[in-house]
């Protein structure tokens, strides 16, 4: 396969997978997921439906969302051979990816702290960006980002 899987691009996609292909195009670039999961992801009995494709030879998820017509919406990758700016951040402590980000203009981050008596989890939230760093014993474990939207309706796909 010579499709890029690594490079993660914000509000655009990963290497040649651009948000807002449809399910086709994705089986056309990478194959058939090993899972899929459908789900009503607003929690309300009358709300669109979101299906996952997951990628576990390759590390990394996909959402398609109803509401969009079915494109893709969302990435999320654990695959130490992702790179942000030819940076690897999986695996490395909040404070190393926090300093790798800082040039970027993601507007202010939320941090959410999820920890239970099981695991040390933490998660920060970039709003703007449509990005979420999920950290696990205080190193990065996933990544997650999606389409950017011009309003809360509204999703500003990729050209």
């Known amino acids: 396969m010579n499709v890029n899987l690594s490079d993660i691009k914000i509000g655009k996609g990963l290497g040649d997978i651009q948000f807002g292909c449809t399910k086709e195009k994705l ?41 969009d017509n079915w494109k893709l919406t969302t990435i999320s990758i654990s695959s130490p051979e992702a790179k942000f ?33 099981n695991i040390d989890q933490k998660l920060i939230s970039f709003i703007a960006a449509s990005l979420n760093l999920w950290f696990e014993d205080g190193a990065l474990s996933e990544i997650q980002w999606g389409v950017l939207w011009s309003d809360e309706d509204t999703p500003r796909w990729p050209e």
């Open 85 to 117: 700016n030819g940076n690897q951040l999986i695996g490395k402590g909040i404070d190393e990816v926090l300093e790798a980000l800082k040039d970027e203009d993601f507007g202010e981050n939320e941090l959410d702290d999820l920890s239970d008596d």
């Open 27 to 67: 089986k056309y670039l990478i194959g058939a997921p090993e899972e899929i999961d459908s789900y009503n992801a607003s929690g309300e009995e009358d709300g669109y439906l979101t299906e996952s494709w997951h990628y576990d030879e390759y590390e990394f998820s996909v959402s398609f969302d109803e509401e």
